[in-house]
């Protein structure tokens, strides 16, 4: 109950669309949802967050969408560019707990 | 955002010896941890911390250990290093709900 599921594990996306990264939960409790972006060779950094009584964040190109109902949150890069290649993890929290991790999409944006 | 740093970045050591990576941030979190990452891949919590001589084992099983004398520092201590060892480490810390990560640490076992 636990896990958070990430899909897809690798994504392709030509230069200027949309790259869309989604995860699914289990437990109700978790009240934080951050995204974490990661360079070859970097730690992870905070890219954005939301918390569940909202629908939706955006942060310039970043989106995350959230469905509290089907449990389910996704991130989506607008007009993606080649300087967003990276990996991406989603994460949830309840509480004071620890960090629950996706397992992380390897996103390519094609020139 | 927090300024947290790793030493070495890098390093290549022979089995058998005793390794300690270094973690220390400036902006007085509390909450500390230590993730093994294999390049790209799934993070794994080994060690954290949610204050001083306070530490917890993580959800992956893991050799090392580690230690929280002050607030800023979180050493993690290979005792005697293997091959399977190998990986990236990453330390993070959190005031709260956000966690941030230092640059990690590439070992290399030979």
């Known amino acids: 109950q636990q896990q958070v599921k990430q899909s897809p594990q690798s994504l392709i996306v030509q230069k200027g669309g949309i790259s869309i990264i989604n995860c699914a939960y289990e437990?109700?409790?978790?009240?934080?949802f951050p995204w974490y972006q990661q360079f070859p060779g970097k730690g992870p950094a905070l890219l954005i967050a939301?918390?569940?009584?909202?629908s939706e964040k955006k942060e310039g190109r970043f989106t995350i969408s959230f469905n509290k109902s089907a449990k389910q949150f996704s991130l989506h890069i607008m007009d993606s560019q080649p300087g967003d290649s990276a990996t991406y993890f989603c994460?949830?929290?309840?509480?004071?707990?620890?960090?629950?991790f996706g397992q992380g999409t390897r996103l390519t944006i094609n020139p | 955002e927090a300024d947290i740093y790793q030493t070495p970045r890098y390093l290549v050591i022979g089995t058998g010896k005793k390794i300690t990576l270094e973690c220390s941030q400036t902006?007085?979190?509390?909450?500390m941890y230590w993730y093994q990452q294999d390049p790209g891949m799934e993070l794994h919590l080994i060690h954290y911390?949610?204050?001083?001589?306070?530490?917890e084992k993580g959800d992956l099983s893991s050799e090392s250990t580690v230690s929280r004398i002050r607030t800023e520092h979180f050493p993690l201590t290979l005792e005697s290093a293997r091959p399977s060892h190998t990986s990236q480490y990453l330390c993070?810390?959190?005031?709260?709900?956000?966690?941030?990560f230092g640059p990690g640490t590439r070992l290399l076992v030979l």
């Open positions: 993070a810390s959190s005031p709260g709900e956000a966690q941030y």
């Open positions: 437990n109700t409790a978790f009240d934080y």
């Open positions: 939301i918390r569940p009584d909202v």
């Open positions: 994460a949830a929290k309840q509480g004071a707990q620890k960090l629950v």
């Open positions: 902006m007085g979190h509390d909450k």
């Open positions: 911390s949610y204050g001083v001589n306070s530490t």
